[in-house]
């Protein structure tokens, strides 16, 4: 199944960058590209290749990011986007579309280019006829994309308005959610500036919607959603930031995984996964070669240059002092906790136990639909569900919800056996886990199940853990050392054994930025 996750389009939902105006004029008026500025650490090598036959690429989508303002217009080609033959200046005030003025001025532009370029194609074989202006476009697309690339230079006239203000608001609403993307990616073993990807996709817009149907922050359509997320009738994991990022994760994971090949695994976000396995068998490990070469009618303009558009987006979002005069200020950091619904509930009941305007839990959970937001339809066991941080410290969980911890928390639970569940009608994967007092990843890892994988079918039996402790050893006074398992955090094997997170990170003489990995041992402190 050719699985896209977000139609044609990567910026189709803003109607700003893809409506393919376009003109021309004879002096062009370039704005200068700044040659790439990556900033890797020596500590390990990029994940993400940059090709140099796609550096052309990159700086177009750099400009449109970090230099072309929204009253800019950049006529360009298609194909080969680093052929920039002009910036225009939008005639009067800019907003989110044209003006029918405007609409015109582009247009005419646009024209007069094609009609230069249509003209250069008949004649540029003999350098001496050309006039300076025509020498000069011949030049731009020499230097890109050699001589053979001016016959058909008219048909491939492409407009792109500048984006500037959209990234720098993006770069600031971002702060709300860098940290936690982060820590998801990195979770799953994948490379955390994956978190960049929002700015190519929404500009961290929650409510962007694209003509395919993606909604939300990462731009999952119905399809998508339905096998990487959450959806029913009362919720929709597309429109909440941080459940959606998750479910990026196991699709970039599992994407990665199949392609082994990270500019094709970022690619197939936009283009599916099948697509881009056509892609690299035909064409091999050579990215470039794919974006030139492969031949695939939904393969357009979007799939060409979602992963350019991705590093240049990197680019800008890591250094912004190169980019934006005025410091850009991020939003903190939300400053809310995850509880787990171990039954349903309406979100009126929801709100009255933790003493909560329902507005305001509406608001802090954009995935429930709005018969749930409005209490008519009860929000179902085992989902995440949102609530501030404040009213958590002031008032714990009641017995209703089983609460994430946070790192000075006291563990979840300390059961007493191991022993199976079996997994009845609508059970989820969380909401086993929040029954016994379990992480998922926990649970999953258990049960040698992989990180992406959280679905459970009626019958199955999982081995659940209700004391991860050895009271034997406990009682007896001996050293217990736990074996560090992948994905594990020192959150889950505190609480699995008992103990606060502050203990168990003392004992070993580590602290909360301390990074552990599989195959570590932790001393686990006595009680």
Request: aromatic letters at 8%; one cysteine or more.
């Amino acid at each position: 199944m050719n699985m896209s996750l977000h139609g044609t389009s990567s910026c189709a939902w803003w109607l700003l960058g893809c409506v393919v105006f376009g003109t021309a004029q004879s002096a062009p008026n370039t704005r200068p590209i700044a040659p790439p500025q990556p900033v890797i650490g020596d500590a390990a090598p990029d994940p993400f290749p940059r090709p140099d036959a796609l550096a052309g690429q990159v700086g177009f989508w750099r400009s449109v990011y970090g230099y072309w303002s929204l009253g800019q217009v950049a006529l360009h080609d298609m194909d080969y986007p680093g052929i920039i033959y002009e910036v225009i200046d939008l005639p009067g005030a800019a907003s989110e579309g044209y003006t029918a003025a405007q609409k015109k001025f582009v247009d005419e532009r646009r024209t007069a280019l094609q009609v230069q370029l249509q003209s250069l194609a008949q004649r540029y074989k003999t350098v001496s006829q050309l006039s300076d202006a025509e020498r000069e476009l011949l030049f731009r697309i020499q230097s890109v994309a050699g001589a053979a690339a001016v016959d058909g230079a008219a048909e491939r006239v492409r407009s792109q308005r500048g984006l500037r203000e959209r990234f720098r608001r993006g770069l600031e609403i971002s702060g709300r959610y860098d940290a936690t993307f982060r820590r998801i990616f990195s979770d799953a073993g994948l490379p955390t500036d994956l978190a960049f990807l929002p700015h190519v996709e929404s500009s961290f817009q929650t409510s962007a919607r694209s003509s395919a149907g993606a909604v939300g922050v990462w731009q999952f359509t119905r399809g998508a959603g339905r096998i990487f997320l959450k959806m029913n009738a009362a919720i929709d994991e597309r429109l909440d930031p941080v459940a959606s990022a998750r479910g990026a994760a196991r699709y970039l994971g599992q994407a990665y995984g199949s392609l082994g090949h990270w500019a094709y695994a970022v690619t197939s976000y936009n283009h599916g996964l099948q697509g881009m396995l056509r892609a690299k068998q035909q064409v091999g490990n050579d990215f470039a070669q794919a974006v030139r070469e492969y031949q695939s009618r939904s393969f357009g303009f979007a799939s060409k240059n979602f992963y350019t558009e991705f590093l240049a987006a990197r680019d800008v979002a890591r250094n912004p002092q190169d980019f934006f005069a005025d410091e850009v200020r991020r939003d903190p950091p939300l400053d809310l906790h995850k509880v787990v619904l171990d039954r349903k509930i309406s979100a009126g009941q929801l709100a009255k136990l933790h003493a909560v305007n329902l507005k305001q839990l509406a608001e802090l959970n954009p995935a429930w639909s709005r018969r749930a937001a409005r209490g008519e339809l009860p929000l179902p066991s085992g989902i995440e569900v949102w609530l501030p941080s404040r009213v958590v410290r002031e008032k714990p969980a009641p017995a209703i919800t089983a609460t994430a911890p946070q790192l000075d928390a006291a563990p979840v639970s300390a059961a007493t056996s191991r022993n199976y569940h079996v997994v009845r009608p609508r059970d989820t994967l969380s909401g086993i886990a929040a029954r016994y007092g379990m992480e998922v990843a926990a649970l999953q890892t258990l049960n040698n199940r992989a990180s992406d994988n959280d679905v459970v079918k009626r019958g199955d039996k999982l081995l659940v853990v209700e004391d991860a402790r050895d009271p034997a050893a406990a009682q007896n006074g001996a050293e217990i050392i736990h074996i560090v398992r992948k994905g594990e955090t020192p959150i889950e094997i505190a609480s699995s054994y008992g103990v606060t997170v502050a203990k168990l990170l003392a004992s070993n003489d580590l602290t909360r930025q301390s990074i552990i990995h599989p195959g570590q041992r932790f001393r686990i402190p006595r009680q």
